[in-house]
C-alpha cells in the first residue's frame, strides 16, 4: 500500500554506503589474521591499517590513538570501567573514584554508570536545559581532586543538540579530571578535531556513518591511562584482545573516508531539508512543539512532540506507508517510561510519549520530506480525531 | 522490506489498528447511556469507552470509544467494542483482558499492560449507566483486587495462573507477567501463592 519506501531514522542506523558495500564484498576473500606473519596474514594487517590510518586521519589523531572495539557501546564501557579498577597496575597511583556524566547520555553510558556506583564510585549526572545543553556553571560545582573522568556526549542522539566538548574539556583539565566524549552521532556530521576538542577518549561506531555494524572506534590520547576491557591477546597493542574484525575495519575506513569526501557539502543541504521539514509540520499540524536546540543541534535530526497522540500509534501508522522513524513513547521500548533525554530537558511525560524523531541521511531527499508532510498530517488527525486527549472534561482539559 | 509476517503483531490485530471499529466521533457523550474513563496520559495511555443500553433487556446495543494509546491499546479496545454488543451488561462486565488478547489473536508479552485498559473502561462505563439509572446497588467495585499495579495483575488471575500450573513466582511470573516491571508486589504475590497452593492443592 506504501508508495514510497523512506527512511528518517539513520540516528538508529545507516544503509552501506555503495562504496564501502563494493569495498567489502571485494575483500570478503580476505581472511588473513593480521597477527600471521605470512602472506594471508600481511594482506590483513596491511588493510587493518590503512583503515586505522583513515579514521585516525579524519580526526585528526595518530594512528596508534586509535583502538578498533566491537561497537560504540563497548568503547564507552571501556573507557568508564578504566576508573573503578583498583589494580595500580592499571592506571598507577590513579585514585580519583568520581566520575561525572550527563542525564542524556545512551543507556550504555547511563547503566554503566550505575554499575559503577555499585562498585565504589561515585557518580555525578548533570542537568540538561530545556535545549538539553548541559549547565556548565553546575559543571564546574562538581568538580573537584576527587574527579577523575567527565563523559559528556558531543551530539545527542535524540534530539541532536550538540554541546561544547572543548569548553567542557578544559574545565575537566583544570582539575586534572580525563575527558571522554561519546561523539558516536557526532562524528561524520560535524567537523570533530581530538586535538582541537582537547578530550582524551572519543568513541566513535561505524554503522552510523554508512559503515557495517559491529565495528567502532577508541580514541585514546597518548600517554592517557589505559586497561583493557577484554584480555588476553596482543590485538590492538595489547588494548583490546580479540581477532580483529577485519572485514567491519576495512568497512569501517572506507566509510570514513567517504564522509570526509560528502561531509563538507551535506549539512548545508540537510540542514535546509529540516528547515523545511520543520517548517512543513509547523504549518500543516497544530499543537507541536519542536524538542532540542533551536541553532546547536544536527543538521540530520529533528525532534517533534504531538500533543495528545501516543508516538508508537504514530511510528506504526507511519510505517504502514513506507515511512521509518523512531519515537521517544514508552509504549515503543518496551519499558513504561518514555524518553530519559526528553523528560531530562524538562518535557512533560505526556508530550515525551507524543514525541517523533526524523532523523535524516546523505540520501534523503526533498521529495521523501514532501512525502513524509503529506502523509503525516491526516495521520495525526487520524490519531487525534480518536483521541482522548481532546475531549472537553477528559483528564487533559484543564490544562490547555 | 516490510513483510506481513515481520509486523510484531497479528492480522487481526493490525487490521483493526488500521481500520478501528467504532470509534466515538466528536466530544458529545450526551447520547449515550454510560461513560466509563480509565488512566490518564503521564502514564502514555488513557481510554473512554461510551455505551448505549436496551433498557428493557440490559443488553448493550452500542460500545464507542476513544483513546490516547499505541497500536495494542487501539486495537484491543476496537475489539472489545465490537465483542460486547448484544451482550448482556452482566456478560460485558465479566470480559476479561485475556478473552480480548485471544480475539486479537495474541499480544506481544509487553504489550498486554496496553490492552487493560479497554476493559476496565468497559466496567466503568457499565458502573456508570446503573448509577445514572438508579440501579447503585447493581454497581460493582472490581471483585478482583489488583496486585501488581505495572502489569495489572489481580488476585484472580494469580489463582487461575496456579489452577494452570504454576507452582513457584518464577513460573507464576512466566504465565502472568506480574512483578516483572518494579517487582514491588512481590511479597504479596508470594503470600498469594502460597494461599491458592494451599487451597486447591493442599501443598
Not at chain 1, 67 to 82: C, D, K, P, R
Not at chain 2, 147 to 158: A, E, K, L, S
Request: with cysteine.
Amino acid at each position: 500500500m506504501a508508495d514510497m519506501k523512506v527512511y528518517f531514522d539513520h540516528n538508529a542506523t545507516t544503509p552501506l554506503h555503495p562504496e564501502v558495500k563494493k569495498e567489502m564484498i571485494a575483500a570478503m576473500e580476505m581472511f588473513g589474521n593480521p597477527s600471521s606473519m605470512h602472506a594471508y596474514g600481511r594482506e590483513a594487517r596491511a588493510n587493518v591499517e590503512d583503515a586505522r590510518r583513515k579514521v585516525a586521519d579524519f580526526i585528526g589523531a595518530q594512528e596508534n590513538e586509535i583502538i578498533f572495539v566491537g561497537s560504540g557501546s563497548e568503547a564507552n564501557n571501556t573507557v568508564l570501567s578504566l576508573f573503578v579498577c583498583s589494580s595500580s597496575q592499571c592506571i598507577p597511583g590513579y585514585r580519583r573514584s568520581t566520575i561525572i556524566t550527563t542525564k542524556i547520555e545512551h543507556p550504555c553510558v547511563l547503566e554503566t554508570s550505575e554499575c559503577l556506583a555499585h562498585q565504589g564510585a561515585r557518580v555525578k549526572y548533570l542537568n540538561v536545559d530545556r535545549y538539553g545543553k548541559i549547565d556548565l556553571d553546575q559543571l564546574a560545582g562538581m568538580l573537584g581532586d576527587d574527579v577523575g573522568l567527565v563523559s559528556v556526549m558531543m551530539a545527542n542522539n535524540e534530539i541532536g543538540t550538540l554541546q561544547d566538548i572543548e569548553a567542557i574539556t578544559k574545565m575537566v583539565h583544570a582539575c586534572g579530571a580525563f575527558m571522554h566524549t561519546d561523539a558516536v552521532q557526532a562524528v561524520g556530521k560535524v567537523p570533530v578535531d581530538v586535538r582541537k576538542l582537547g578530550v582524551d577518549f572519543l568513541t566513535i561506531s561505524a554503522h552510523k556513518i554508512y559503515g557495517p555494524k559491529g565495528i567502532g572506534a577508541l580514541f585514546v590520547k597518548h600517554g592517557t591511562p589505559y586497561c583493557p576491557l577484554i584480555r588476553g591477546g596482543h590485538q590492538e597493542r595489547g588494548r583490546r584482545a580479540g581477532t580483529e574484525n577485519t572485514l567491519g575495519i576495512l568497512g569501517m575506513g572506507t566509510a570514513v573516508e567517504m564522509r570526509r569526501i560528502e561531509m563538507p557539502e551535506e549539512e548545508e543541504r540537510l540542514l535546509f531539508l529540516k528547515q523545511h521539514l520543520k517548517k512543513g509540520i509547523e504549518e500543516s499540524i497544530d499543537d507541536i512543539s519542536v524538542n532540542g536546540h533551536p541553532t546547536d543541534g544536527l543538521a540530520s535530526t529533528l525532534n517533534v512532540s504531538f500533543t495528545g497522540v501516543e508516538g508508537e500509534a504514530i511510528l506504526l501508522y507511519l510505517d504502514l506507508e513506507g515511512i521509518a522513524v523512531s519515537t521517544g513513547s514508552a509504549c515503543a521500548s518496551g519499558s513504561l517510561d518514555p524518553s530519559h533525554v526528553l523528560l531530562a530537558t524538562g518535557v512533560d511525560a505526556e508530550l515525551a510519549h507524543g514525541s517523533i524523531r526524523f532523523s535524516m541521511g546523505r540520501e534523503t531527499s526533498m521529495q521523501e520530506v514532501d512525502y513524509l508532510l503529506n502523509v503525516l498530517p491526516p495521520i495525526i488527525k487520524r490519531i487525534r480525531n480518536m483521541s482522548t486527549a481532546y475531549i472537553k472534561g477528559g483528564l487533559h482539559a484543564a490544562s490547555r | 522490506m516490510l513483510q506481513a509476517g515481520e509486523w510484531a503483531y497479528s492480522e487481526t490485530l493490525k487490521e483493526h489498528f488500521m481500520n478501528p471499529k467504532n470509534i466515538l466521533q466528536g466530544e458529545n457523550t450526551d447520547d449515550f447511556d454510560g461513560v466509563g474513563m480509565e488512566g490518564n496520559l503521564q502514564c502514555g495511555d488513557q481510554m473512554m469507552v461510551v455505551i448505549k443500553v436496551d433498557k428493557e433487556k440490559d443488553t448493550i446495543t452500542d460500545c464507542q470509544w476513544k483513546t490516547y494509546g499505541c497500536a495494542s491499546a487501539i486495537a484491543s479496545t476496537s475489539v472489545l467494542s465490537e465483542m460486547v454488543k448484544g451482550r448482556t451488561l452482566d456478560d460485558a462486565f465479566h470480559i476479561s483482558p485475556k478473552e480480548v488478547a485471544l480475539e486479537l489473536g495474541g499480544l506481544p508479552d509487553h504489550k498486554i499492560h496496553c490492552s487493560v485498559l479497554g476493559d476496565k473502561a468497559l466496567r466503568a462505563a457499565i458502573n456508570n449507566y446503573y448509577t445514572r439509572n438508579g440501579q447503585e446497588e447493581k454497581v460493582k467495585q472490581e471483585q478482583a483486587r489488583v496486585i501488581c499495579q505495572c502489569m495489572n495483575i489481580t488476585d484472580h488471575d494469580i489463582e487461575d495462573a496456579v489452577l494452570e500450573g504454576a507452582r513457584t513466582y518464577f513460573e507464576l511470573q512466566e504465565r502472568t507477567k506480574c512483578g516483572t516491571v518494579c517487582g514491588q508486589c512481590k511479597d504479596e504475590t508470594e503470600v498469594l501463592l502460597e494461599k491458592f497452593k494451599h487451597i486447591h492443592f493442599g501443598a
